[in-house]
Structure formats: structure tokens, C-alpha cells
């Protein structure tokens, strides 16, 4: 990603996608600090961006409450530890 790069050859939206990803990551917290300011940056200037962003956040948000709710079986867990058991005597 080079920004400032010449403007021929490319169409624009072209950019607009390398930004909107890095602005996906940035929502996502998953970019480091250089492309974090690039994406804060668009997110300023892209109104379009700006909602995917927020909507990108909520979402993730959303991901521990979800993960939280759901508790595994106590069945599924002794079926999986006496497949466990199994595999280790090699029968
Ligand atoms: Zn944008």
C-alpha cells in the first residue's frame, strides 16, 4: 500500500477497496499503528466508510456477549475426553 501513489493506471476504486479493508481491520483492531491512522484518517473523510466502521465495532462488540451465552454440554465435554482417552491407548 503506497498513499500519495501516482494516480494513472489505477482507477480509484481500486484505493477505495485497499481503504475500506484497512478500514474493516482498523474496526476490527487487528492493524498496527501506521495503517491505523491511514484508516482513522478516511473514516473522517468517507461517509460511507464511517458506517462500515461503526457497523464493524458493534459487531465485534456483540461477538463476546454471544460467545459468553453459549455454554458447552457437559455431555459433549466427557464425550470428547473419553474419545480423548481413547485415541491415547492406540486401540
Ligand atoms: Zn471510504
New binding site residues.
Given amino acids: 500500500m503506497a498513499p500519495g501513489g501516482e494516480p494513472s493506471g489505477r482507477p480509484f476504486a481500486d484505493d477505495?477497496d485497499e481503504?475500506?479493508a484497512s478500514?474493516a481491520a482498523h474496526a476490527l483492531a487487528a492493524t498496527e499503528e501506521t495503517d491505523d491512522a491511514t484508516a482513522r484518517a478516511?473514516?473522517e473523510?468517507?461517509p460511507?466508510?464511517r458506517e462500515?466502521a461503526k457497523r464493524l465495532a458493534r459487531a465485534v462488540a456483540a461477538v463476546p456477549l454471544s460467545v459468553d451465552e453459549v455454554e458447552p454440554p457437559e455431555r459433549l465435554r466427557a464425550r470428547i475426553l473419553a474419545r480423548c482417552h481413547r485415541v491415547r491407548r492406540g486401540t
Wanted: charged share 10%; hydrophobic share 35%; proline share 0%.
Fill in positions: 477505495h481503504l475500506r478500514v478516511h473514516i473523510s468517507c460511507s466508510c462500515l
